[in-house]
């Protein structure tokens, strides 16, 4: 009867541990990188995109950022949303043949998108991220979008975001550029006018798995809850000790 209760006990906790190591290794976080959010859009409208940065740096703080718009698939029109302690820039270049907004020919696109931190303090600083927010359009009938960024630290170092993606099954690039997919526009009815952008974002900590954390945390002890019970079931069910003689 020990030896059973001992074979139980066994089983359970390498199944414990064999449960606990697959949600862990579900739950390890990617290596951050600077991407767009939402990451789909459509074809011919407008998009309020936000390109979040992620501080990697255990010491120093991101103070600019640089993302270039694809000279493949070219934007007219792009507006920003003020970002405290940072500044905005941006930069435009001749786009010929023209491109159509609403009804009228432009002959400039935008190429280049720059924030800089008035000072190291009011950058990205370490365990932080910072979303810089705009609104651009018409956007161009293409599949994807395909933003090169350069990310500078306070301390000179520069990381360049620019990797295409890789193939369908093919394994990330070590610096992927953030991608942007479109999707055909539906025809019940073209976009028009670009959305208004509300709310002011701020540098905030974590990368956002917080809610992700607590409902992990709640499987895991939810599984260990089953394995315990399994256990207190297999003691009820070992056979009642023989009367004494």
Known sequence: ???????????????????????????????????????EADQGGY????????????EASTTKVEVFFPEDAPVASVTTM?????????????VNPPLEMHGSQVTEAVAKITW????????????????????????PEVDRMVFRALQTYSDGNVVRWIDPPAAAGGEEP??????????A??????????????????????????????GIAGLVAGLAGLVLGGLAYARTRRPAAPPAA
């Open 116 to 139: 800089t931190a008035s000072s190291d303090d009011t950058g990205v600083q370490p365990g932080e991220f910072q979303e810089f927010p705009v609104s651009a359009g018409p956007l």
């Open 185 to 214: 526009a539906s025809a019940e009815g073209a976009p028009t006018a670009g959305p208004s952008v509300e709310a002011t974002p701020v540098a905030a900590t974590g990368d956002g798995g917080g809610s992700n954390a607590w």
């Open 1 to 39: 009867m020990i030896r059973l209760r001992r074979s139980v006990t066994a089983a359970a906790v390498l199944t414990l541990g064999a449960v606990l190591g697959a949600v862990l290794g579900v739950a390890a976080p990617a290596s951050a990188h600077i991407t767009v959010n939402p990451n």
């Open 174 to 183: 070590a610096s992927p550029a953030p991608v942007l997919t479109l999707a």
């Open 82 to 94: 003020p970002v405290p302690g940072w500044t905005v820039a941006v930069e435009k270049r001749a």
């Open 47 to 58: 998009a309020r995109l936000a390109f979040r940065v992620p501080n990697e740096s255990d």
